[in-house]
């Protein structure tokens, strides 16, 4: 799989980012495990387990990896693997910013411009209630 667009563009190729999303991360797990375990599928450059103003971890944490590729395979090797007695879940982070940066210079301001939540206002009617009889 070539790991170079997100959603398309004119040259066919998916983008990938290069952060993985990690769930299901027991309580006891540190930045430090998390670092160690995906160093099996390549370069790791930046681990993080979030947690909360408590100090306690949320359960989750995000890897980012030096390419997209390696990105690829930690979720094709570790989804569904051992990690401090959980079993945990891989998955490509949603949230990448290398590729909403990517997308959002490729589509332009328009495509980062807020949509309606719902529809215009009905004629006669200031806050687009209906109004009683």
Do not use: H
């Not at 990938?16 to 999303?21: L, N, T």
């Not at 949230?95 to 411009?113: C, H, I, L, S, T």
């Amino acid at each position: 799989m070539a790991a170079e667009g997100q959603n398309g563009g004119d040259d066919g190729m998916m983008r990938i980012g290069k952060r993985c999303y990690v769930s299901n991360l027991a309580w006891k797990t540190s930045w430090q495990d998390l670092k160690d375990k995906f160093r099996e599928c390549g370069q790791v450059v930046y681990a993080n387990v979030t947690r909360g103003d408590d100090g306690r971890s949320k359960g989750w944490g995000i890897v980012e990896f030096e390419t997209p590729d390696e990105a690829i395979a930690a979720v094709n090797t570790l989804n569904g693997t051992d990690l401090g007695g959980r079993r945990i879940s891989v998955r490509e982070d949603r949230e990448d910013r290398d590729v909403k940066q990517f997308v959002e210079g490729e589509e332009g301001a328009a495509a980062a411009a807020p949509r309606p939540c719902s529809p215009p206002a009905a004629a006669g009617s200031a806050s687009g209630l209906p109004q009683p009889p």
